[in-house]
Each structure stands twice: as C-alpha cells, then as structure tokens.
C-alpha cells in the first residue's frame, strides 16, 4: 500500500546491542524518526513512560520548595557569551534563529541548549534582598543540541528535560540542595526505574561548562556501558559575578547569590530500555510501565468469555493501569508475544475453564512465571505482585553491576577486565587530567565520578604510578 | 542598589485598560519581560495557573481517549508548503534556524507556529488500515509566531500552549470529534475559569488557515472587547490529501483519512485577568487559583498567635491549596492588599481576640465580604465559600455578557451600540464576506461567531440589507 519502515523482527540482544536497541524503539512505538535529521518523534507509548517519570519528580521537587516557571526558548548570543566556559561548551552545538516575521534579525538567537543564561538574567532583574531567597525554580522543556551522532532518547538534537535553577544566600547552602537534587534523581532512577545508580562527583575534565562542581548519579546498561542519569552542579558564583545577581545581605552589604542547576531529561526512557530489555523485548518497571497490566482473553469467541474479561478489566482499572486486548484480528498467541515485546510487567489470560474455575492465570514480564489466582483475589494479588517485579528487576540490575564491578592496579588489568567483562573499573587516580586522557585514548573509558562512598584500593595511580588522591570509577559510556 | 522595574501602583481600571492589566501583569508577578523583545517569562505564579488549567484539561482529553505524544519543535521549510492556504497564512510569521552546528543548512527549519504538517507527514508513515483509526495525539509545547505587537499572554512571540490533531475513519466520526472538544473547552472556561462562553462556527474569513471549519468559543473581557478562548478545526481531507494520509478501509479499498486539530494557550492566563479583575488588582477564581486561602496572623508578636496560625494552616493544607504569611517586615494591612492584588480568593485574619473566641475572620476577595467562621468549623465552611466564590465569579461575568450584548439591525445601530456599551453586537448576516469587512472597515468589529444557538432578528443583512442566512455575533477583539 505505501511504503512501511515496520522492523520485522527483533535483533539477537547479545549479538547486536546497538541494533537490539533501535529494534526495541521502533516496534515497541517508544519513538519513531521523523522528516529532520537527528530529531524524534515521542510516541504516545514512549510519552506515557515520560509522564509517569514528570509526575513522580516533579511531587518530589515541590516537596522540596521547588516552583515551576516557563523562560523564553531563544537566547540572544550575547547573553549566551556572558560566562566564558559556559559559550565555549555549548556554542559549537547549537542551532541559530537569523530569521524572524520576514525579517533578518539584528542579533542571531540560539534555540535554548540549556538556560543558566537566560535563568541568571532574570535573577539579576527579580533579587534585591536576601529575604527574597532562595529562588527555586524549574521549567520542564525542549532543548536543542546539534549533535553529529544521534540515537532516540539517548543523543537527540532535541530532546525533553527539565532544568531546575536556584540561588542562595550562603554557598553552604547552595552545595547543600545540589547534593538534595542529586538525591532526588538518585531516587527517582532507583525506585521508580528500578535502576541502581553509583553516586558521585565528576572529576573536572568531566564538569559541566561553567560550573564549580558537577555531581552524577551513573548507571550501568545491559552491555556494560555506562550511561549518565541525572546531574546537579553547583556554580558557586561563575555566573551570577558576571550576570550581577546581587542582594544586600543581612549586614546591609552586596553580596553576589551562589547558584545551582539540575537536570534529566528523556535519556531516562533510553536507559529503561538498556537496563532492562531482554530477546523478547522491552522490560519495563510497573512503577513507571504506561501500562501495568493486559488481560488477554482466551477463546474470546466462546459465550461469556468477553464479558468475563471487560469484567475483570473494570474493576481493576480502578486501582491498576490496565488494559484489555478485544483485537479480532490476532490469536491470542500473538498477542502474548506482542504485549511482552512491549513490555508490559503482568499478562492476565482468562479462557472458558478459567472461568469455570473462577480464576485466571497470571504471567510475569521478568521471569516468565505462571500463576493462577482466583479472581476474587486477583485486585489485592495484583498490587503485590507488581511490588514485587519492581523489587525482582532492580536486585537483577544490581546483581548485573556487582559483577560488572572489577578493580585495577594497573593499565594491563584495566585493559583486561574491560575486555572480559565490560562495565565499571574501580582504580586509584592521582587526579592528574593528564591520565584521564591517557586512559581514555588507550581503553576507551572515561572517568564516571569520584563515588561518595570511597575504597582505599592502594595508595598509588593506576596510570601514572604516583601517589594516589581519590578512587575514580571508570566505564565506557552512552 | 540595581535598576528595577516595579510598578508603583495599579492604574485605574476604568481609565487605562491596556495599562492596568500591564500593571497587574508584572506587579502580581504572573509574567515579566524578557532580554528577547516579544518574548515574556511566565513566573511560578502565573505558571502554577497553567498548570492548573493543563491538569483539569489533560483529565478531560485523556477521558476522550486522547493521548499525548511530543514532536519535533523544527519544520523543513518544504513540509510547511505542502497545504497551500496554511503555508499562506504562517510563512509571513515564523522565525527560521538556519545553522545548526557550526554548518549552514541545506534546507532552513522554521520553529513550530502550530504543527499540522509534521503530525500529518507521521500520521502518514504510521496509519494503514481503519483498524488502527482514530489516532487522538496531543502536545503540551511551546510555539512561536512573530508577531509586530506583543502583550504578555494575549500576543506573544512564544506561547505554550496544547495541540491536538486526531485522524479519523469517516468524515462524520471527525466532525463529531471536532465539536467534543469544543465542548471540553467551554467545560474549561466555564467550570475553571468561572467565565461563560459563547459556542459557534467562525466565518469563512476567521477560519483557520487551510480548515474546512473552525469551531471557537467566544469569551468577553472586562472592557467588553472579545477575546477567542479556544478553537477547534475540522479539516475534512485539506491536510490528508497532499500528506497521502490514506488506510484501507472496510471494503479493502484505499482512502485518505479526515482529521480535526484543536488548542488552547496561555492566552487563557490573559483572559482570566481581563474577565475577573478590578481595581484592588487580579482576582482568582477558586478553582484555577494556586493559593486558594491565605491565613493573614494579626499581632503576630503576640503569645500564641503565630503557634495557633501555623495550626490552622497545617489542618487547610490537607485539603485546599492555602499559603501562611509570616513576613515580618510587613504590617497585616499591607498583606491585607498584597494578598488581594494577587487575586487570592479567601483571606483568613487571626488576632489575638479572634484566638480568645476561637474564631477567624475570613474575608472574600470578590465581594470584600467578612464572615466570622468557627476555628472549630472552618476546614468545612471554606469549602463552601470557595464553591460560593466561583459560582458568583462566573454570574457576574455573565451579568456582563447579558449587559454588554446589544442587537443591531442596520450599521448605524451597530456603530451607536458599540459606542455606548462595547461588547457582543448581535445581527443578521448575508453570509458575504464583503459586508464582514465594511463592517469591520467601519467599526473596528470582526465576526465572534455564527452562533450554534440562533436567534431570528430579522430577515435583512444588517450590511447590504440583501436576505439574511446566519445571525452572526460581533465584537471588537484581542
């Protein structure tokens, strides 16, 4: 009929990572590629994963003091050069607005890649006294990037996130909601993503541009690589010195605010995919699964069979997100495969015997068990039952990073164990940037972060052999 | 200690319409001016209204079945033209990008005005059998339109705003989709918003560039100038044909699909501070307000009264939105008419005698009426009151609707009526286009609508005095 982009059939997960990942994209309908290059579409079912992770942060930013706002998506370039890191980071990748109502512009604006500057602008016109602060503000949005290399979710030329922009009155006090932020994302990404995260500073090769202090929450994928979560900086006063956001503290004196940013953005939905996919497809976590459940009737044609299952269907609708598949056009047998390609954590199959026997049979995502359940029983088990994939899929996530964790003393066992087993290296690090390269150049890793929680593994660098500051993971990344 | 922009005070309401509401605008903190001229920051308080409005609306979409999905915010410049009558009516006002990454494109990329052609070329790409029909897709986005005259919500450069696009197996089945959400908008506007709407089809000269009929709901401002609150378009196959959006329908034959799009904005924050406001400032309706009660201590220094209002506030914000203001650098008095000019629907005073007799003093912000409520009681009776205050809200708007709508049977009745009570001027209609622009030319007034409730005024266009077709309500606009 016309021409039909459908992906057949699903990519071998251990024989092509990469192609697994894009197959898993596009028939699961997560996102699909449009008519400009390098930019998605997210697709309702994708969009759904998104809005589940936007309702748990954002409950959770509020709690924190947190308040919602919009700034403008263009940016003026000379604002955006107003802090040198900051233009010198971002300035290669963005997009410029030259033409506008007809017209050419006499100052090109770039579409948003981030918005400290346009964020700090605003704080010098708001702040006057340090009874005013702190500000906390976030804005949830679109944001340009002009990638070379793009992949759905993980390196898009457009992509949606939110970024939170506070100042402060004490530096104590910005460094300290940095590290709260990164607790939030620490939160987010483990119990409602079911993915652990190893928490820490990133070294300064690996700051972002323009900040003090840049500290991550990482997490490790299906094959090894590692992908960046989430991440909070503290920028103490970079920008607010030459965007002249200044208050007259509590002596009566100007004093310029001490700042912080924050952001995840939809690579959330790529890391869903890459931590917990499987052969058969998408694996997602009930917490955050668009749908939690799918009844599947089983000889639908059979009297009392579809009444049966709308039955069901109702009553746990009220408490689950469920859905009910009445296709005529499939066997049930296809729509088995279909639902767990989509990942969807629970399969009710309820058949004529079923039924008569007043139960249904109830099919676990992750480990493919099969339990009956009466029907009478079927709103109080279900609850339990998705607590528990939640709880399955993070124990095997953690499992996967235990034994992807190795230690090395020198490059030799760095180069080995990532070759045998690629995931996160723990080494000593003279915290020299000189061997970060070095690394980087002979094994393909960077440095993830600093951990929080430090190990004493020896006393020298696993580069440069001399004497060691601090214990650095490592991984190659996404 | 730095240049600010704060607005002394509130110009009077009656004198200088345009200025109060600028006045409002920034000194109730709901907006501000940006470094990009036309582009305006939406502030927590006026972003947490939005958000209120996307919540109430996002329910009612998702019980239609509709489900949201994200786009590109780019648009190749060739996809744009592929519907005639649209490319006309957005080229004049989109900004272009026109270098991403360091490299001038080949092809420029407007930002989104409004996104009928990329939902068309996907829909195209995704739909092939009347199985899989209707697609109900919407996007909460930002959009841009370069426009010469800006006012913070009413006519900005960027606006936020929800769009919805649906594709349909049968040109009746879109059709009544069509006019369903209409009525979920006039549900908003009513219900939330508290002002009443005026439901009918556009003009072919007000219609949507490339639509086969838009559908609108009218709504009147303080001043008795109309302002659009939302509309919702019927394409037929407008979009369908030349986007070779086609499925295989029931009898196996190939045929293009008929589509419907539909949004609100922003704008909807302009109107609720044009509808309800006064002279003492904005004024929320309960409903739509972020801060529904505001508990005002009176003597603050004195024992017990800051203890007891922390008391009441921590019972009210279990159930209503409600705010506590503990500045001590400000007089009760002052709060008194901050609170008010910020709109809050329900003050709660709480002296020291107040405490002694275990009452409050709650005074509503729309008709300045002061109650003494039990402590006892209050939890329930503020309920009540809000109730109250969004049904009084909405009849005093519609007090003015009903006062502001004039009949005219000649164009001399019709420049005299606007005249002396600008607002709704009702008339019978040739259905010429000619006679709306004379109308127009002469009075400043366009068509509103061509109402669905029709009232017989005659048989004469009140224009060209040819036989009259519609009754048509008009009005000078926003």
Partial sequence: MKEKEFVKEITNIEEDFAKWYTDIVLKAELADYTA????ITIRPYGYAIWENIQKYADKKFKEHGVRNLSMPVLIPESLLQKEKDHVEGF??????????????????????PTSETIFSTMYSKWLSSWRELPFLYNQWCNVLRWEKETRPF????????QEGHTIHETAEEAKKFTLEMLEVYADIIEN????PVLKGKKTFTEQFAGADSTYTVETLMHDGRALQGGTSHYFGQNFTKPFDIKFQNREGKEEYAYQTSWGISTRLIGAVIMAHGDNRGLKLPPKVAPIQAVIVPVAMHKEGVKEKAEEVYKELLERYRVEIDLREQYSPGYKFNDWEMRGVPVRIELG????????????????????????DELNEKLGEILENIQKSMYEACAKRVKEKTTIAHNLE??????????????????????????IHDLTGAKSRCIPFE??????????CGKPAKTMVVWGRQY
């Fill in 91 to 112: 300035a290669p990748e963005v997009a410029w607005v030259t033409t506008g109502g007809g017209e050419e512009l006499e100052e090109r604006l770039c579409v948003r």
């Fill in 36 to 39: 400009v290059k390098g930019f």
């Fill in 413 to 438: 066992e760095f180069e080995e164990n990532l070759k045998n087993n690629q995931g996160y290296v723990k080494t000593m690090w003279c915290g020299d940037a000189e061997c970060e390269e070095k």
């Fill in 154 to 161: 993980l390196r898009s030329r457009e992509f949606l996130w």
């Fill in 454 to 463: 430090q190990e004493n593994l020896g006393d020298k660098c696993v580069c």
């Fill in 352 to 375: 004529p015997r079923d039924i008569e026997n007043n139960k249904c049979v109830v099919v676990r995502r992750d480990n493919s068990e099969k339990i009956d359940i009466s029907l």
């Fill in 192 to 195: 409602l993503l079911a993915i």
